[in-house]
């Protein structure tokens, strides 16, 4: 079993920032892949960020923004978003490919690419 716990959220002024982190637990996979992706209501789930092993890919919505990163050793990632606008208003979702991890084709930006997923985190940004 693996749980994926989100923290960080939260309401932010536009301009602003927030740091998510992402703590993973259970029958983990050091450096697999892992991302974050967000969703509004009614729409679907967007990709935001992911990372491999040194690599790492962004939105071009979020590009220069948010980074990613990741701690091995607490087998924890993080999103660091800056300069925060009111479209960034979603619940933010980690995920992770600890079944699969490199095995096969990877696109980083599909949901499906994934095999756990966490319960989400709020973020608003408003004034």
């Known amino acids: 079993q693996v749980h994926l716990v989100e923290s960080g959220g939260g309401l932010v002024q536009p301009g602003g920032s927030l740091r998510l982190s992402c703590a993973a637990s259970g029958r983990t996979r050091s450096e697999s892949p892992m991302a974050w992706f967000r969703q509004a209501p009614g729409k679907e789930r967007e990709f935001v960020a992911g990372?491999?092993?040194?690599?790492?890919y962004y939105a071009d919505s979020v590009k220069g923004r948010f980074t990613i990163s990741r701690d091995n050793a607490k087998n924890t990632v993080y999103l660091q978003m800056n300069s925060l606008r009111p479209e960034d208003t979603d619940v933010y979702y980690c995920?992770?490919?600890?079944?699969?991890?490199?095995?096969?084709?990877?696109?980083?930006?599909?949901?499906?690419?994934?095999?756990?997923w966490g319960q989400g985190t709020q973020v608003t940004v408003s004034s």
């Open positions: 995920t992770a490919r600890f079944l699969r991890g490199y095995s096969g084709r990877i696109n980083y930006r599909d949901p499906d690419a994934y095999d756990y």
């Open positions: 990372v491999g092993i040194s690599v790492t």
